[in-house]
């Protein structure tokens, strides 16, 4: 007979608002409009601890992301999700029969490769981007969601241009934008992933033939931005696009410091 450890009475009683599972390795089939992605997504799902409970049954929460997963892995049932937030809610609905809790949240992160075309040869390049999608049911048993994107573009220093007849350092920077949302409002990662790229110097590439670096070298060069710039236009564009709480933070590396620059804001 296994003792349930768990259900004795601990001796600190406190209420624990987040216990789970964190980097969590597996795989997701995703039916985005039609097109089935696979993921190898890094999971972690928490559920609240009353006080009078000593610990949670953890292997029930990983068995909720492994049955979720089987509905689109099998290939007899393609019956893929239709997006990241629906499979951490599917993931939660699991739960809700497996363990009690108040508050449950699974948050996802992966990797999306966006086929995109090389500014001036035309070719086709895949780009990558951190995302990550958050889906928290609340007390109330209302769900909301939080979208992150990661972006990797550039910064040419207008300020340095300004005061050398032209020229100036250049570096990369990341760009990150957070939507914090109703579950069911419709905002895809892809355009949030076009929001940040559109506002740096110029978009980064995996592919550059000799034609395409030239073409990137003079749009930096057209467009000299400091992080604050940055930082302000994903913003305004994000403002006017996405409904929901907006967060952004932009990080310069640098290339004439050995720190890096930052800029952020929230609505
Ligand atoms: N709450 C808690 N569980 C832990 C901790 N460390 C390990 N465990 C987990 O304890 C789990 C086994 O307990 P349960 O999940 O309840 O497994 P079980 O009792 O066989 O399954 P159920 O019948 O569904 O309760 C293992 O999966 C371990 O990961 C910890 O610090 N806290
Ligand atoms: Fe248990």
């Known amino acids: 007979m296994l003792v349930e450890t ?26 985005w409009k039609g097109r089935v992605y696979t993921f190898l997504p890094v999971f972690e799902i928490t559920i609240d601890v009353p006080e009078e409970k000593k610990g ?3 292997s029930r929460l990983v068995e909720s992301i ?6 689109a892995v099998e290939e007899e049932v393609m019956q893929a999700h239709t997006s990241l937030e629906e499979l951490g809610r599917c993931v939660i609905r699991r739960l809700e029969g497996k363990h009690p809790h108040r508050r449950a ?28 999608v958050g889906v928290i049911k609340n007390e109330d048993g209302s769900f909301g969601k939080v979208l992150r994107v990661k972006v990797i573009g550039n910064t040419a220093c207008p300020h340095a241009m300004a005061n050398n007849d032209g020229k100036t350092h250049i570096q990369r920077a990341i760009g990150e934008l957070e939507v914090r949302t109703a579950f069911d409002e419709e905002i895809a990662l892809e355009d949030m992933i ?20 030239n073409a990137v070298v003079q749009g930096m060069h057209r467009n000299p931005k400091f992080v604050e710039d940055v930082a302000r236009e994903i913003f305004a564009k994000a403002k006017e696009r996405f409904n929901g ?18 800029a952020e804001t929230w609505s």
Do not use: C
């Not at 768990?6 to 039916?31: C, D, K, S």
């Open 6 to 31: 768990q259900e004795e009475t601990p001796e600190i009683r406190e209420r624990l608002h987040r216990v789970g599972i964190t980097n969590l390795r597996t795989v997701a089939r995703i039916n």
């Open 56 to 58: 949670i049954h953890m």
């Open 66 to 71: 492994t049955e979720a997963m089987s509905e």
């Open 105 to 132: 949240e699974v948050w996802i992160k992966t990797h999306l490769i966006i086929p995109r075309q090389t500014p001036a040869s035309g070719k086709t390049t895949y780009e990558p981007y951190d995302v990550e």
């Open 194 to 213: 076009d929001v940040v790229e559109s506002s740096f110097s110029h978009p980064t590439y995996t592919l550059l033939k000799t034609i395409d670096e």
């Open 245 to 262: 709480k907006i967060h952004v933070r932009v990080i310069s590396n640098e290339s004439i410091h050995k720190h890096d620059v930052i």
